[in-house]
């Protein structure tokens, strides 16, 4: 799965970077340019003191949004050379963010694998993009196995794993909430607009992505069922009962 998947903490934590205008000033400066800018650069287009631009450039290498680089603005070496100079220019870290979550981005990808897929092997487009779902889903479960220290002991209860596996799919934009003992909604569709317009096709995708997920994650007594709902994700996660059947409807 991609980084730059949903409005994460860390996606809005450095958009609120920008919300002070002098900081904006100076980061949009920077990424308009085609080259490195220097300190000195940055100071007279935005007509700031040095050291105030300076204390904005830092903030912004230090958050990801500017790359830095030390280098002498001439050719001389050796003694009266002088320091290098700092300079900057905008990092290739892309950041987005949308309340609720919304992850096209990855909807973008499946489809393109899926499409690669069919070219290369003349596999069905809907075998493919199943296939490819799937896939996904797996990574997703491997996300969880990371979450939870690659610890598959499964607890007394379970509620350990429950509680990584919800954690990930939040951070995934899907927004989990328990709904009594033996179900989970999940509030939020990070294809929202996609399954509006398409929703055999997404839905089917987003089925086959969090079954995927959730049994290869295993241990959790949960499984993925697909029970569309106005206003929620249409797959929702039910407990499992001891004969294997999820309860609920």
Request: one cysteine or more; charged letters at 30%.
């Amino acid at each position: 799965m991609t980084d730059d998947r949903t409005a994460t903490s860390d996606d809005v934590s450095l958009i609120g970077e920008l919300a002070e205008p002098t900081r904006r000033a100076v980061y949009e400066f920077v990424a308009a340019g085609d080259d490195w800018v220097s300190r000195d650069g940055v100071a007279a287009a935005v007509g700031l003191g040095r050291a105030a631009v300076a204390r904005h450039l830092d903030r912004l290498v230090d958050v990801g949004l500017l790359d830095q680089r030390s280098k002498r603005l001439t050719d001389r070496t050796g003694p009266g050379a002088g320091r290098p100079s700092k300079q900057y220019r905008r990092s290739s870290r892309e950041v987005g963010a949308s309340l609720p979550a919304r992850d096209y981005e990855l909807a973008g990808e499946l489809l393109a694998r899926a499409v690669d897929d069919v070219t290369r092997s003349g596999k069905n487009l809907q075998t493919a993009l199943d296939d490819e779902a799937r896939a996904l889903g797996t990574q997703l479960a491997g996300e969880m196995r990371g979450a939870d220290g690659g610890e598959f002991a499964r607890t007394a209860d379970g509620t350990g794993r429950v509680r990584k596996m919800l954690a990930v799919l939040s951070d995934h934009g899907y927004e989990p909430v328990q709904v009594g003992e033996d179900e989970i909604q999940l509030r939020n569709c990070p294809f929202h607009r996609l399954a509006r317009a398409h929703p055999e096709l997404v839905c089917g995708l987003n089925d086959a992505l969090l079954e995927s997920a959730v049994d290869g994650y295993g241990n959790t007594g949960y499984r993925a069922r697909f029970e569309p709902e106005a206003g929620l994700c249409c797959v929702r996660l039910r407990r499992q009962s001891s004969s294997g059947r999820s309860t609920g409807r």
